[in-house]
């Protein structure tokens, strides 16, 4: 199996680009999600999603934008690259259900924006 | 919202000590989970152990163990004769049973384990 699996690995951009970050997961889980991991400020959730079609956003969200066309994919749009924007990403999923998921995370995409 | 802090930020011991990760939580929830999570130098993140807020037993996994006090609202993380490869930075992660979508990390701890 491979998980959950993220595209690109390492990414420059200038100021003011756009990009998306891919994320896709083969094991059928219902919750997706993206994380920012930030020096001395843990992961902080961007967006989620319960299921496709469903999408909300979470603690950080404002520059980024999400979709879930499918229960596989979960794209992580970024429309006007900005310097505090650069980061390390991590999408995750879980099995949805009524107790606390444990995520499966990603490998991490690494942004730089200049 | 709900708040989890580890005041470590980084942690150096010798190989074969044992050391402690602090992890404080707050939540306004009767219904909570508590999770650690390990990232290792090659940058994923590996998913340790989950507990609920009605099961208060401490958990031991070979030489991981994990003491959960609701009284003071800690979970915390000991590694017994530490190893090389224990290095990491350790996170500390709570969710709620109202709002589980919405899992809230520590800043992390990185322990760094010298031969």
């Known amino acids: 199996n491979a998980g959950v699996t993220q595209t690109p690995k390492f990414q420059v951009l200038k100021t003011g680009q756009s990009m998306t970050l891919q994320c896709a997961q083969d094991m059928n889980h219902e919750y997706m999600s993206w994380y920012r991991q930030d020096p001395g400020m843990g992961l902080r959730l961007i967006h989620y999603?319960?299921?496709?079609?469903?999408?909300d956003q979470g603690e950080v969200p404002n520059g980024y934008n999400v979709s879930r066309s499918t229960t596989e994919d979960f794209p992580l749009r970024l429309l006007s690259a900005a310097p505090s924007q650069t980061s390390v990403y991590f999408c995750?999923?879980?099995?949805?259900?009524?107790?606390?998921?444990?995520?499966?995370f990603g490998a991490g995409s690494r942004l730089t924006v200049l | 919202a709900q708040k989890v802090t580890q005041a470590q930020t980084e942690i150096s011991v010798v190989e074969k000590e044992d050391v402690t990760l602090d992890c404080v939580y707050e939540t306004r929830d009767t219904t909570y989970y508590l999770f650690w999570y390990k990232q290792p130098p090659s940058g994923e993140l590996v998913f340790l152990i989950r507990?609920?807020?009605?099961?208060?037993q401490n958990e031991i996994s070979g030489r991981y163990s994990w003491n959960f006090q609701k009284s003071t609202s800690s979970f915390n993380f000991t590694i017994t004769a530490s190893q090389v490869v224990d290095s990491a930075v350790y996170f500390c992660?709570?969710?709620?049973?109202?709002?589980?979508?919405?899992?809230?990390f520590g800043a992390g701890t990185r322990l760094t384990v010298k031969p």
């Open positions: 995750a999923s879980s099995v949805l259900r009524s107790g606390a998921n444990v995520l499966t």
């Open positions: 992660a709570l969710s709620e049973a109202g709002n589980n979508n919405d899992m809230r």
């Open positions: 507990r609920n807020s009605f099961d208060e």
């Open positions: 999603s319960v299921g496709a079609g469903i999408t």
